[in-house]
T-cell receptor, first 112, second 116 residues
Framework: SQQGEEDPQALSIQEGENATMNCSYKTSINNLQWYRQNSGRGLVHLILIRSNEREKHSGRLRVTLDTSKKSSSLLITASRAADTASYFCATDRAGANSKLTFGKGITLSVRP | EPEVTQTPSHQVTQMGQEVILRCVPISNHLYFYWYRQILGQKVEFLVSFYNNEISEKSEIFDDQFSVERPDGSNFTLKIRSTKLEDSAMYFC??????????????FGAGTRLSVL
């Protein structure tokens, strides 16, 4: 089993539409984060939600966390062509030096 | 805005050669990491480093790998004798892990290692 599995694997939407990406995980977590990666580039942190939080907003991003279902969703509202990228969820466990465990990622294409 | 810097951006090497990948973490950060991403696959944890010693390492991080913080700013990953399967993008990350910020890890742009 894998920690941090996203679905769908790929998503193609029209500019202006909302994009919803889901992530599931297997073990207990401390935090869940979403990162974005443009093709061949580094990982950019988007948003972090703690295990005792249920929802968080940052600009056009909304992330939810359901620890009972071990799942999270990332909503990007009013998508733009510049949102085209791969999106990864990553979890960590309690501890000051905790590694991140990444999912396989979702490829989002926003058509202009 | 402070950022994690990695050099080189692309390293080509022959199988069996030693490579050193370099990283300059964000200056006030205390925790450092290396991850790798084989083309088309997910990002995998290699090693974490704190207080001048390895905190945790994955199964991937075998005796061919080592990390070092040779001075107050650099953090290096050495692969002693590269194999074809070491070809990947290697990412360095750092975090301050202050309580309010949680475990937000800031990543460099990566070094693409190509082993021929």
């Amino acid at each position: 089993s894998q920690q941090g599995e996203e679905d769908p694997q790929a998503l193609s939407i029209q500019e202006g539409e909302n994009a919803t990406m889901n992530c599931s995980y297997k073990t207990s977590i401390n935090n869940l984060q979403w990162y974005r990666q443009n093709s061949g580039r580094g990982l950019v942190h988007l948003i972090l939600i703690r295990s005792n939080e249920r929802e968080k907003h940052s600009g056009r991003l909304r992330v939810t966390l359901d620890t009972s279902k071990k799942s999270s969703s990332l909503l990007i509202t009013a998508s733009r062509a510049a949102d085209t990228a791969s999106y990864f969820c990553a979890t960590d466990r309690a501890g000051a030096n905790s590694k991140l465990t990444f999912g396989k990622g979702i490829t989002l294409s926003v058509r202009p | 805005e402070p950022e994690v810097t990695q050099t080189p951006s692309h390293q080509v090497t022959q199988m069996g050669q030693e490579v050193i990948l370099r990283c300059v973490p964000i200056s006030n950060h205390l925790y450092f990491y290396w991850y790798r991403q084989i083309l088309g696959q997910k990002v995998e944890f290699l090693v974490s480093f704190y207080n001048n010693e390895i905190s945790e390492k994955s199964e991937i991080f075998d005796d061919q790998f080592s990390v070092e913080r040779p001075d107050g700013s650099n953090f290096t990953l050495k692969i002693r004798s590269t194999k074809l399967e070491d070809s990947a993008m290697y990412f360095c990350a750092s975090t301050s892990h202050s309580g309010g910020a949680g475990n937000i890890q800031y990543f460099g742009a990566g070094t693409r290692l190509s082993v021929l």
